[in-house]
């Protein structure tokens, strides 16, 4: 083999080196970021830019993947035991915080946990939501201690690029002696409208009764009718034969013509 052959093959055998090593940091180079992910990239060191969803390169040595940012909504579970209300009661409450990234670049580069740092935020806030409300209002307008934990999460978080999307208070447990006084509390309440409601329903039985005896004191005709509708009633119900005196059958008598006597004028 002569010389100009032996340069062919070494020149060949470089080319064919320098191609896989080509080939080779451009797989490595190539990346693929799913849709609800982002790459934050640093070139030489800096912050260059955020890549993603897609198909991305990253040069080797110069480039470097700090951190893959998930853009999905987060969940994280609190809880706060023996937080004292504003009314000085002790309670345990349970809330979820959904969260998430607004900002790949700011979670990536301004805070080395942005997980574990919105979950110690959550707490805090949680205990101080509750140290500010009372007992009365934590329990029955929840929805007022979500919007206000969720606000105060997110102010102190969005410096970090992440937000709370919402919080829920899944559970208020309060001591066992407080819930039994609740409880008599409640009862007694119920009891209290129940006996208003009773109250309110004979004074309008009593007026009524009032009105018709001034009605029946005023028309003895009136009188002698209620007085029949009264026999039919109780004949009708019970099935019996009822035995009236000769001086009622009389009135009632006149009282029936003189019903009839009103029907036949206004006919």
């Known amino acids: 083999m002569d010389a100009q052959s032996i340069r062919r093959l070494s020149m060949g055998i470089a080319i064919a080196v320098i191609a896989l090593v080509i080939l080779v940091i451009i797989a490595r180079s190539i990346r693929i970021a799913s849709e609800w992910q982002r790459a934050v990239i640093l070139r030489l060191g800096r912050f260059s830019h955020v890549a993603g969803p897609g198909i991305y390169l990253v040069f080797p040595v110069i480039d470097a993947v700090a951190q893959v940012i998930d853009l999905r909504i ?35 580069i301004r805070i080395a946990n942005y997980r574990e740092a919105i979950e110690r935020v959550a707490q805090t806030s949680l205990r101080e939501m509750i140290g500010a409300t009372d007992l009365s209002k934590l329990l029955s307008d929840r929805k ?10 997110t102010t102190k978080t969005s410096s970090w690029g992440v937000t709370a999307s919402s919080v829920e ?15 008599r509390q409640a009862q007694a309440e119920r009891e209290k409208d129940a006996r208003v409601t009773l109250a309110s329903a004979e004074k309008a039985i009593a007026e009524q009764i009032l009105e018709a005896a001034k009605l029946y004191g005023s028309d003895p ?14 004949n009708k119900e019970r099935g019996t034969t009822v035995l009236i005196p000769t001086d009622m059958a009389n009135s009632l008598g006149s009282a029936v013509a003189l019903v009839k006597a009103m029907t036949t004028d206004a006919a």
Do not use: C
């Open 74 to 108: 987060q969940t994280t579970m609190i809880t706060a035991e023996q937080a004292l209300t504003r009314d000085t009661v002790a309670v345990g409450v349970d809330a979820i915080v959904f969260w998430k990234v607004e900002n790949a670049e700011t979670a990536a």
């Open 169 to 183: 208070i899944k559970d208020v447990a309060i001591p066992r002696e407080l819930q039994d006084a609740m409880s």
């Open 144 to 153: 007022t201690a979500d919007e206000q934990l969720r606000v105060t999460i």
């Open 221 to 234: 005709n009136a009188l002698k009718l209620r007085q029949m509708n009264l026999l039919y009633e109780m």
